[in-house]
């Protein structure tokens, strides 16, 4: 299986590829004020407004940093019914691929409250890379608010 690799902080993760529709560089946001911490905006996507959140932000409280290897990776996200949307998340050093086989990921015996995204992890070549579960990346509040769901 491929994996995108990308750092928040110091630390690893990983989204597998089947999910990324496309890797941009950093680009203009339209930002909401406002907007739930995380949050970083909406762009015009091919003629979409698509959500963008700073995986950075959201996970650490700081934004991520305006580097040439920070990037929006455009997600499929899953919504009820089958249905996809498209959903941007701001990575930092977004520059790299790793292949594993999905069991060489294992349960890192901690799990965040609120941090249902963060899952197994396994061993690469600079240290633990956690899998991020793009499915479970916002709460029910933040999909609804992002994708116009009514409450």
């Known amino acids: 299986m491929l994996f995108v690799l990308f750092q928040v902080g110091s630390d690893q993760y990983a989204v597998p590829a089947s999910r ?14 406002q907007s739930p911490r ?7 996507y091919r003629g979409t407004a698509v959500p963008v959140v700073d995986l950075n932000d959201m996970l650490l409280g700081t934004p991520a940093a305006e580097r040439l290897s920070t990037r929006v990776l455009l997600v499929r996200y899953p919504m009820e019914a089958g249905t996809e949307k498209i959903l941007g998340l701001i990575a930092e050093r977004a520059t790299e691929t790793l292949r594993r086989d999905e069991s060489d990921f294992a349960e890192p015996g901690i799990t965040p409250s609120g941090m249902s995204c963060l899952g197994r992890v396994c061993k690469g070549p600079h240290g633990l890379i956690q899998w991020v579960e793009v499915e479970n990346l916002l709460t029910p509040e933040m999909r609804d608010l992002l994708f116009h769901q009514p409450a």
């Open 20 to 33: 990324v529709i496309e890797v941009l560089p950093l680009v203009l946001f339209k930002r909401i004020p």
């Open 38 to 44: 995380g949050v970083a905006g909406a762009f015009n």
